[in-house]
């Protein structure tokens, strides 16, 4: 073991005291921040760095294609041999989606044996929504609504990716999207910031635990820092051209709650804002984040972002890119190695100072220290564990819970659904109904393919001896199968009632792949008219990973059904809902249009001089073609029963800046069936100095209502809640009028008036 740092209880009992943080506040003008006390541990290990070691501490690489470890008469393959040598010069921090928890540890032995200075490495990849067991992607699982189950998929998600030898994964995405075309819908909480706010701190106090130490902690980075999901035309990778006050009131506020939960790393974005690429944007790394927010963590770069300095023309050659990158604030580099090629030059020069990348180099040791690798560099990295903490059953469980909660029951004429488990003969037909290769969505880095549930193999199951089933796939996911549509017709015909499973293949959402038209396939709408065609009850159930432009003979089904991908048990979860051993209570995270052109097209929108009228000559805001509602609004969901709401109550109509209103409703099931309501309160600023949303969502209540039962929902709002981002990007809040109400989704309920007054 390297002489240098023996891992003895002397060690440990030095770092165990010097863990603690003291911070001192201070101001500068327009920045509030705070100063870190200098870490006499890390102190010293900076000062025994080479300019080399220091570039390596910021450099990461992939684990993509470098081998594996061999029998002793052979030794590495090559591209092994260059990875292990640099970590015994210190010239790597870790690597990214590493699958060899054996390998890991052999490499964690280099690092902290062989290396002149004994720094651990850590391993990092990119964990979405879980390792080998899959939960609903970010946004199908955001359809639920529920905080509290999102924590409780991350926490899960971590204890499989740290038995895996994973200790810091690339996620949460946190992105506000608002247009549909754009791939990455799919990886965040939709299109409103306080729900996405909400389920950021949520996932990341899962991923991290209660201790950051824990062999089962991983490290969360909320990304992609910042604005990414405003770039224009839907196009991933595009311009984002966003106000500062858009930027701090809708972009911004996830990123902050996840901070504030704990997260201590964060991935810089691909896109530009206002012109300025965010890995070289100091506005946003140095002074909303350090400055502005105090963040004590790191600073990654998305892969090669660093390098696209040069693409984007911000930066006239890689030694340029890697100055903008590291003077803005981004920390470590990911992939293509420019910061150890160019950091040692740079300085060397003079034209990067070492106190600038001393800091950058102490970010990343703080975040390692924090996580305990000093002290335990093998932590995560047992592979005993895999044996242990990979698809566990209680794990496999709550996938299948996740994926219930997850869906959502955009329409049901005449209570088609739940249906009947026997005396009905039932047609499943479309290219997803025995298909394991789009059941897990994209973003699965080591997918688990053979534990997918297809839906034909849900049904079986929740049928059981009663199963009277055709199956026909009818057409392939966006190319016609010969005789495809004829079986598919023929099984429709002798059946009494017809689920059709259809919409997007995994590949049509996530990174790379916007798409113009946010439509179900051509052949696949070939295949739904046919059957339609047919005359059968029919059940649309949906695969997507964003909200869709529907056709006729979709909208026009007696049930539709939103699925999204719901990861390793889609089959059973869906069956769970079809057939009613657990009614359905998602809500959208997204609002559904009625054209694609629409986009981007969202609830919380600022209301224009010329509102749209619902009736009367086309003279607002509005197409031709199209009303302005959504053809299913944000927050919409149905259940098996049938709810009211009463009128919206308000404690005072007028309320002084110190105080507390109270709103109030009653919500009553006034079905057969018990029913999962989830009861959402919206605001809106009358009178602002920047126009303000149409409404806002401030909160949301769960209930549990038994059929013919009556509930109370409550919420208490304060000045704080009413405040928002004026011209001078403070948020403050202002005396005047606003309107609430209570609703079961962003379009319904009459809102009430009340007066914040001065005093």
Not at 86 to 100: S, V
Request: charged share 20%.
């Amino acid at each position: 073991m390297n002489a240098t740092f023996p891992f003895n209880r002397s060690r440990r009992a030095f770092l165990a005291g010097s863990l603690a943080v003291t911070t001192i506040g201070f101001s500068l003008p327009g920045i509030a921040a705070t100063r870190t006390v200098a870490d006499p541990f890390i102190e010293r290990l900076l000062k025994r760095m080479t300019i080399e070691e220091k570039a390596g501490q910021l450099t990461m690489n992939g684990a993509q294609g470098i081998g594996r470890l061999v029998n002793p008469d052979t030794g590495p393959e090559p591209g092994l041999q260059t990875t292990l040598n640099d970590i015994a010069q210190g010239r790597l921090t870790g690597l990214f989606n590493a699958d060899d928890v054996k390998l890991g540890r052999a490499m964690q032995k280099i690092a902290v044996e062989k290396s002149r200075l004994g720094i651990p490495l850590i391993f990092a990849a990119d964990i979405i929504h879980g390792l080998k067991t899959a939960f609903p992607v970010p946004l199908g699982e955001a359809a639920s609504f529920d905080a509290d189950l999102c924590a409780r998929t991350a926490r899960a998600t971590a204890i499989e990716a740290t038995a895996f030898g994973v200790q810091w994964t690339f996620a949460p995405a946190v992105d506000i999207a608002r247009d549909q075309r754009w791939g990455r819908v799919v990886e965040g909480a939709g299109e409103d910031p306080w729900l996405g706010s909400r389920l950021a701190e949520a996932r990341v106090r899962g991923f991290q635990g209660g201790d950051l130490r824990a062999d089962d902690s991983l490290l969360a980075c909320p990304k992609h820092f910042a604005g990414y999901g405003a770039v224009q035309g839907g196009m991933d990778y595009n311009t984002a051209d966003i106000p500062e006050t858009t930027l701090r009131e809708v972009h911004l506020p996830p990123f902050k709650a996840a901070f504030d939960a704990g997260a201590l790393s964060t991935m810089a974005s691909f896109n530009d804002t206002g012109g300025v690429p965010s890995t070289g944007n100091r506005h946003l790394l140095t002074g909303i984040l350090r400055g502005e927010w105090g963040f004590r963590g790191l600073v990654v770069s998305d892969f090669n972002s660093e390098k696209e300095l040069i693409d984007h023309g911000y930066a006239a050659d890689e030694a340029d890119a890697v100055y903008k990158a590291v003077m803005a604030g981004c920390d470590m580099s990911i992939q293509g190695g420019l910061y150890l090629k160019h950091i040692p030059a740079l300085v060397k020069s003079g034209r990067l100072k070492m106190a600038v990348v001393d800091e950058a180099v102490r970010r990343v040791l703080r975040v390692k220290k924090a996580l305990g690798l000093f002290e335990n560099p093998y932590r995560s990295l047992d592979p005993a564990r895999l044996d242990t903490d990979i698809r566990r059953p209680d794990t496999v469980a709550l996938a299948r819970e996740a994926g219930r909660k997850a869906i959502v029951l955009l329409k049901n004429d005449r209570s088609l659904l739940p249906l009947p488990k026997s005396g009905k003969s039932i047609a499943l037909i479309g290219p997803f109904v025995t298909d394991k290769n789009n059941a897990l969505g994209p973003w699965m880095v080591f997918p688990d393919m053979k534990s997918a549930v297809t839906l034909e193999q849900g049904v079986r199951e929740a049928l059981g001896a009663n199963a009277n089933l055709a199956v026909a796939a009818g057409s392939g996911v966006e190319r016609p199968l010969a005789g495809g549509i004829e079986a598919a017709v023929a099984a429709a015909r002798g059946a009494d009632v017809v689920v059709l499973y259809v919409g997007e293949a995994a590949n049509m959402s996530g990174e790379g792949a916007s798409r113009v038209d946010i439509t179900i396939p051509k052949a696949q709408v070939d295949l739904i008219d046919a059957v339609a065609a047919v005359g059968k009850p029919m059940v649309i159930l949906l695969k997507h990973g964003r909200a869709l432009e529907l056709p006729n003979s979709v909208r026009n089904a007696q049930a539709v059904v939103c699925t999204w991908f719901l990861g390793s048990e889609s089959g059973n979860a869906i069956a769970d809902v079809l057939f009613g051993d657990f009614a359905p209570q998602g809500r959208l995270p997204v609002s559904f249009p009625r054209r694609a052109g629409q986009q981007p097209f969202y609830y919380n929108h600022r209301v224009t001089g010329r509102p749209s009228l619902t009736e009367g000559p086309p003279v607002g805001a509005r197409y031709r073609e199209v009303s302005t509602s959504a053809l299913y609004p944000f927050g919409h969901g149905l259940g098996y029963s049938t709810v009211t709401y009463g009128a919206t109550e308000i404690s005072q109509a007028r309320v002084p800046k110190n105080g507390t209103l109270s709103i109030k409703a009653r919500v009553t099931n006034t079905g057969t069936r018990k029913h999962h309501e989830v009861a959402q309160l919206y605001l809106r600023i009358k009178v602002a100095d920047i126009v303000q949303p149409l409404r806002a969502l401030k909160g949301i209540r769960h209930l549990e209502l038994a059929a013919g039962e009556s509930a109370e929902v409550e919420f208490a709002l304060t000045a704080r809640d009413l405040a928002y981002v004026h011209a001078d990007t403070v948020t403050r809040t202002d005396a005047g009028v606003f309107e609430v109400v209570i609703a079961p989704d962003a379009a319904a309920g009459q809102p009430v008036p009340f007066v914040l007054t001065g005093a």
